[in-house]
């Protein structure tokens, strides 16, 4: 089964300082990533995407992911964060197979952050 | 914006009652699936459908079904509602490649109070 951890459940960081936010899988094939961020009262708005190729993938709002095989790991980066991105973030993993293609989703990461 | 959209954007009833919530999937997207979002449980996928077929079923109560229309719109009925029934209900859609390269958009959700 699919699974997905992200070990921080609150993050606080300085408005202008890195922000690494993580997330570990597992998955039986090649897994597809994905961050997704919600901020209050919204949806989730997909952040960007691995399925091949490049392990750092570029998403919106300035964010970058990397994966890692060989830590089962898809980090999110951001090199300066801004006030607006305080909200929460999902990791996911998904893929395909005959029953479907459903995502499951870590248990979420809450930025907070500081003038 | 992702396109999707959800009716209605809160709902409060009682318990034992029944209620039903509509998602229209982005225009060329085919599949649709249901997640909730409560506090104890996080995310959790509950239910595909693909052009009017169900396709993929996960932490589904036997109290809850949904099914999607000629017109590709999805309803998610929820009866015999229980407390612990309060939560965020999300729709998303994708057009669902082959191979699993499939990316789904999320709707703002329907926050169902349970009293």
């Known amino acids: 089964a699919q699974s997905v951890t992200q070990p921080d459940i609150h993050i606080t960081v300085s408005e202008g300082a890195s922000l690494e936010l993580r997330c570990n899988y597992s998955y039986g094939a090649t897994p597809y990533l994905f961050w997704y961020v919600q901020s209050p009262g919204q949806g989730l708005q997909l952040l960007l995407k691995y399925f091949s190729g490049d392990t750092l993938v570029q998403g919106i709002k300035g964010f970058e992911a990397e994966f890692k095989r060989s830590q089962s790991s898809f980090n999110l980066r951001k090199p300066s964060v801004h006030w607006s991105d305080a909200a929460e973030y999902f990791c996911?993993?998904?893929?395909?197979?005959?029953?479907?293609?459903?995502?499951?989703f870590g248990g979420g990461t809450r930025l907070m952050v500081k003038p | 914006d992702s396109g999707v959209t959800q009716t209605p954007k809160h709902l409060i009833t009682a318990t034992g009652q029944r209620v039903t919530l509509r998602c229209s999937p982005r225009?060329?997207?085919?599949?649709v699936y249901w997640y909730q979002q409560s506090l104890d449980q996080g995310l959790q996928f509950l239910i595909q459908y693909y052009n009017g077929e169900e396709r993929a079923k996960g932490n589904i109560l036997e109290r809850f079904s949904a099914q999607q229309f000629p017109d590709l719109h999805s309803e998610l009925n929820l009866s015999s509602l229980e407390l612990g029934d309060s939560a965020l209900y999300f729709c998303?859609?994708?057009?669902?490649?082959?191979?699993?390269?499939?990316?789904?958009?999320f709707g703002p959700g329907t926050r169902l109070t349970v009293l």
């Open positions: 225009s060329g997207d085919l599949s």
């Open positions: 996911a993993v998904g893929g395909y197979n005959n029953a479907g293609n459903m995502l499951t």
């Open positions: 998303a859609s994708s057009v669902l490649q082959r191979g699993g390269t499939d990316t789904q958009y």
